[in-house]
């Protein structure tokens, strides 16, 4: 019984523990948003991403208490937003092709088995800081740059795509929410003209990564918590906003606003949308985004640390 009791106590610990860095991952990842969003106020815009060719609309009154959180990797864009970038950076000799092909598999189990362990994602995160230590920002900013136009301007869901304009011509803001690298999350949201991005914070002192990250990975519950402090921050209705994501590893972020949309769901989120009644988009079906009705989701109303959930094998001497 004694031997059962210490079990449970340690098991009990490192849940909180887990709660704790998830809580931290959450809060610095809003910190992010938020200054970034501070940042490109002064900037302009990019004009909105529209397959018709015809002028857009003019814009609706903001909608300040209501948004919409988007997760990235199958949701908004086919495939792993961190796979293309490790793509990229092993093409410029980051590091070698075998560590490429040592995180494809990764990915794959990950896909296949629908949950990535805890234990798994640490492991993925400390091998991956040792290779982002030292570097700068400035350096894997202006490499994601070229990566996203090289590898993942063509990977977007067109319907997806449309359903974050549906939003933006509503007057509300959106913002992605994925485990990448805040930095890299950062750009492809700008490339799409969306408002900004939740992403994993790594760590940085003087514009040079320290090899730590700032909390965990912003993954599964973290993203919840991330939501919350955004919310928080930017005076946002939960009960008003909506979320999408294709895992069921997100059903946390999605418990959390007022309408969830399942898109392009894996099967563990199918069930779990089908059980709670939330909505399911699948545009792996080629559908086009034009045929897309505007659904009651309104009415509802890196690089750092995800290089750390990424790049599992850090370049080799």
């Known amino acids: 019984m004694e031997a ?21 991952a959450g809060e610095a990842s809003a910190d992010a948003a938020v200054a970034m969003e501070s940042a490109l106020a002064t900037v302009e815009p990019p004009a909105p991403l529209r397959d018709t060719g015809e002028p857009a609309p003019p814009p609706a009154p903001p909608d300040l208490t209501a948004a919409a959180f988007f997760d990235v990797d199958n949701t908004m864009m086919m495939g792993a937003s961190i796979f293309h970038f490790a793509r ?61 136009d090289e590898l993942m ?96 590893n997100d059903v946390p972020m999605l418990s959390v606003v007022g309408t969830a949309v399942a898109v392009n769901p894996d099967a563990g989120l199918r069930d779990a949308a089908r059980r709670r009644g939330w909505e399911i988009r699948d545009f792996r079906t080629g559908r086009k985004a034009a045929k897309i009705g505007v659904p009651s989701v309104l009415g509802a109303g890196a690089v750092a640390g995800a290089v750390a959930a990424g790049l599992a094998y850090r370049r080799r001497a």
Not at 192 to 218: F, H, I, K, N, P
């Open 4 to 24: 059962v009791c210490v079990s449970l106590w340690r098991s009990r610990g490192k849940g909180q523990e887990r709660e704790r860095r998830a809580a931290l």
């Open 153 to 248: 301007a063509d990977k977007i869901w067109a319907g997806t795509r449309a359903l974050a304009q549906m939003h933006l011509d509503a007057g509300q803001r959106v913002w992605l929410v994925t485990a990448t690298p805040v930095e890299l999350a950062a750009i492809i949201a700008r490339r799409l003209g969306l408002t900004g991005a939740l992403g994993t914070v790594a760590e940085s002192v003087d514009g040079v990564y320290t090899g730590r990250l700032v909390g965990d990975l912003l993954h599964g519950r973290a993203k919840a918590h991330a939501v919350r402090a955004l919310a928080a921050r930017e005076g946002l209705n939960l009960r008003r906003c909506t979320a999408y994501s294709d895992s069921q």
């Open 88 to 148: 990229g950076l092993a093409a410029r000799k980051y590091f070698t092709t075998s560590d490429l092909a040592g995180f494809a598999w990764q990915q794959v189990k990950f896909r296949v088995g629908g949950r990535e362990s805890h234990d798994g994602i640490q492991s993925h995160r400390e091998q991956a800081l040792s290779f982002v230590a030292g570097r700068s920002v400035e350096e894997m900013v202006a490499v994601g740059e070229e990566i996203y």
